[in-house]
Nanobody, 121 residues
């Protein structure tokens, strides 16, 4: 099976930065999608960013971002490909949410336990 462990959440003032990390362990295939989603109280979970890795099929990683975070957040992979990062800059109070790491492979979704990000005005 697959396990995802997130870290890096916390409290930051508006305009500040945080970096989230997610380490995946278990049966990780070379072709997969890893990403970050977030959920605020009373709202549905929404996509923040994803990164696709498909070694030997595509060159480099392909990224996708929600419009609300484009230009402020950057998703990237570690060298071992089983770690994904989310660099969050110019944070806004509306970015406050629980952030979940996701791994999708072989049509299955795996989720981390979530990490709280709180941005104060």
């Amino acid at each position: 099976q697959v396990q995802l462990v997130e870290s890096g959440g916390g409290l930051v003032q508006a305009g500040g930065s945080l970096r989230l990390s997610c380490a995946a362990s278990g049966s990780i295939f070379t072709i997969n999608v890893m990403g970050w989603y977030r959920q605020s109280p009373g709202k549905q979970r929404e996509l923040v960013a994803t990164i696709i890795s498909a070694d030997k099929i595509i060159s480099g990683d392909k990224t996708n971002y929600a419009d609300s975070v484009k230009g402020r957040f950057t998703i990237s992979r570690g060298n071992a490909k089983n770690t994904v990062y989310l660099q969050m800059d110019s944070l806004k109070p509306e970015d406050t949410a629980v952030y979940f790491c996701n791994l999708r492979q072989l049509l299955r979704d795996y989720w981390g336990q979530g990490t709280q990000v709180t941005v104060s005005a």
